[in-house]
């Protein structure tokens, strides 16, 4: 197999006694000129390695003890990463496929360990909303609401917050250090700032905005903060409302 002529757009290949022709793209061009139109496998060290199934461009990948299966769009990316040797560009590859995978886990994780210690207070839905203290939501967008009135058919209402931006977050699962991303990293920050919605009872545009059932209560949690008492009282005094 031998690559006959290298286009902008295409390779041109003498192949079983024809010519056929190829996209010109770093994975063709190494799957072409090294591995003569077989299987790529690659070995970076022993905790990094990757072998070509029997379609082209899906890879089953391994880093350290995990496995997965990388698909067709991030072939260039592997076949850059091996044709420069570099194993901090696989092992950054591996990590963004492993959270694309396994986020609803991750997300959980973040949510149980940060926000659900006295109680479960923030859960997410099927179609990736976060829902804090059944009165406030967070969509899959950014985009925060506050709980409307109950006779009304809309449930939620649109509200408009300032959440403190946080910087770049890196979590553990399952021993592997992730970095969320930075749509995630918004929704985050909205839900800290409704999951802590007392400590915002000076924010007028915020407060303004809430139904007033919900703002009430929102104040009277603040004057329990006020008096010094914890996290934990609030919600029980939320659960007491509730029932």
Same mark, same amino acid.
């Not at 092992?91 to 973040?110: A, D, M, P, R, S």
């Given at each position: ?62 880093? @350290? ?9 991030? /072939? ?5 990463? #091996?044709?420069? *040797? !570099? ?5 950054k590859l591996f990590k963004e ?28 839905t099927r179609n990736r909303q976060?829902?804090?203290d059944e009165r406030f939501m ?13 006779? @009304? ?9 300032? /959440? ?5 977050? #890196?979590?553990? *699962? !399952? ?69």
């Amino acid at each position: 197999m031998i690559i006959v002529n290298e286009r902008q757009k295409a390779l041109i290949i003498y192949q079983d006694g024809k010519m056929i022709s190829k996209i010109n793209d770093e994975y063709n061009r190494l799957k072409y000129n090294k591995y003569d139109g077989n299987r790529i496998f690659y070995k970076w060290n022993d905790d990094n390695e990757i072998s070509e199934t029997y379609d082209d461009r899906i890879f089953n990948a391994n880093h @350290k003890d995990k496995t997965l299966q990388i698909h067709g769009g991030h /072939a260039n990316d592997i076949a850059s990463a #091996i044709q420069s *040797h !570099d194993v901090e560009l696989f092992e950054k590859l591996f990590k963004e496929c492993y959270y694309v995978f396994h986020k609803t886990q991750i997300i959980e994780g973040i949510i149980n360990n940060t926000f659900n210690r006295f109680g479960k207070r923030v859960r997410q839905t099927r179609n990736r909303q976060f829902i804090i203290d059944e009165r406030f939501m967070v969509d899959e967008h950014g985009v925060a609401h506050t709980g409307n009135d109950s006779k @009304k058919k809309n449930k939620w209402k649109f509200l408009c917050i300032v /959440a403190k931006r946080l910087g770049k977050k #890196i979590v553990k *699962h !399952d021993g592997i250090e992730i970095t969320l991303d930075t749509k995630m990293v918004e929704i985050m920050a909205k839900v800290n700032f409704l999951y802590n919605a007392e400590y915002h009872t000076n924010d007028s545009v915020f407060m303004n905005q809430l139904p007033s059932k919900i703002s009430s209560q929102v104040k009277r949690e603040a004057e329990i903060l006020a008096s010094k008492k914890s996290q934990k009282d609030i919600f029980e005094k939320r659960n007491e409302e509730v029932v």
